[in-house]
């Protein structure tokens, strides 16, 4: 697990360096943070890529000042599981529940179309996809107040059964 100290102390040098248009070496960076040489080697192949570029003579930041120490960190964490974000806003229960739904809903339907012994794959990745779009935008009305049931003129919902 990234040390979230050592995460801070990156941030700020690399911000400062960007901001003084300073090169700066690993080993500085090792030094500022308390790193192994390791794990800055590590991320700039993979976490680092769009702000520092290298060469003989060192390295330069370009583009990280635009990011606050918050977004800085949600980018370093190494933990995928975005409902943990601190920035994102709490959703009501039923919306979570909805969205949860939605992202199982397609990767079920994923998982059902890229299995070759199963018959009526392109049918049963259909099904799951409507099932997850319709958990998906149910959702979005959830969170935004919309009332989605379809309802008659006297306000009751409307059952719709099929007719023979």
Not at 51 to 57: H, L, M, Q, R
Not at 63 to 75: D, N, P, Q, V
């Amino acid at each position: 697990m990234v040390n979230p100290d050592a995460v801070s102390d990156s941030y700020r040098f690399l911000t400062s360096c960007e901001r003084s248009s300073k090169q700066f070496s690993l080993e500085e960076l090792c030094d500022a943070t308390g790193w192994g040489m390791a794990t800055p080697r590590t991320y700039l192949s993979k976490k680092w890529g769009r702000w520092i570029t290298g060469d003989s003579d060192g390295y330069r930041v370009s583009g990280l000042t635009s990011l606050s120490e918050a977004e800085y960190k949600r980018h370093m964490s190494q933990r995928q599981d975005v409902s943990q974000e601190p920035s994102r806003p709490v959703l009501p229960d039923q919306v979570e529940r909805l969205v949860l739904k939605a992202r199982q809903a397609a990767v079920l339907a994923l998982d059902i179309y890229n299995r070759p012994g199963t018959e009526f794959r392109t049918e049963g990745y259909v099904v799951m996809m409507v099932v997850a779009w319709t958990a998906a935008l149910q959702a979005i009305f959830e969170r935004d107040g919309v009332d989605y049931i379809h309802r008659d003129e006297s306000g009751e919902p409307v059952s719709h059964r099929w007719r023979s």
